[in-house]
């Protein structure tokens, strides 16, 4: 069969052939670029929703919540209590641990391992200590007066909070923009590429076929004829 087709017919084959390789290799790309965007755009929804129901150990809310508690527990709730307290002391040291050794980005590592961070620890140091020890004594009074003292230094932490959550969010949003330009480049990229060696492919078999013919003085199969 190929015998009965001309140089030409033969080159514009593989040309065809060539290109729509080429063209299935865009297609591809183009939306593996897409997908990949919509994952980094589900995925960031899928946090923001953990962040708007769970809050994250880092932030001491809850245990200032169970301190509040405890100035107000009866003797029988206390134990139960101070164990939460402990339990979230635990979840707390663990988590900054993990961004004590991540790449995190350098101005958001600062301020979450910086003023929230001390505060929460100094509230840590006073909650498990003075507070607990006048809770188990039963001493209503100081347990009140340490409190008061605790709910002080939950809110400079609280402010610290607030100044690590703003930096995190612009930090993921900016981070979500870049990866947004950069699909787009991508796809721009690809399609200038296969836009321009579609046209080289073209330009060379032409060249290639003139000179072929040239070299063979004509068609062969017209010079059969």
Known sequence: MLRTLSVKTLLRTLLISSLSLLAVIAVVVWFAVGSISNAA??????????????????????AELTVRM???ASPTE???LLD??????????ERNRYW???ALDPEVRKSLLGA?????DEFWKLALGDFAVAVRQGDAALT???????????ATHRAGVDATVKLAANYAENTLKTLHENSGSVRLVVLLLCGGGALSGLVFLSLVTMEILRRLGGEPLDMQE
Do not use: C, F
């Not at 755009?41 to 809850?62: F, N």
């Not at 939460?84 to 040291?93: F, I, P, Q, S």
């Not at 009140?144 to 939950?154: E, K, M, P």
């Open 144 to 154: 009140r007066q340490v409190g008061a003292q605790l709910h002080g230094i939950y």
């Open 70 to 72: 405890l100035e107000e």
């Open 100 to 102: 004590e050794n991540s």
């Open 116 to 120: 929230q961070k001390n505060a929460a």
């Open 41 to 62: 755009d589900d995925m960031g929804q899928g946090k923001d929703v953990v962040a708007d129901i769970l809050p994250p150990p880092l932030y001491v809310i809850e």
């Open 78 to 80: 206390t134990a139960a």
């Open 84 to 93: 939460k307290l402990t339990g979230l002391k635990k979840d707390y040291d």
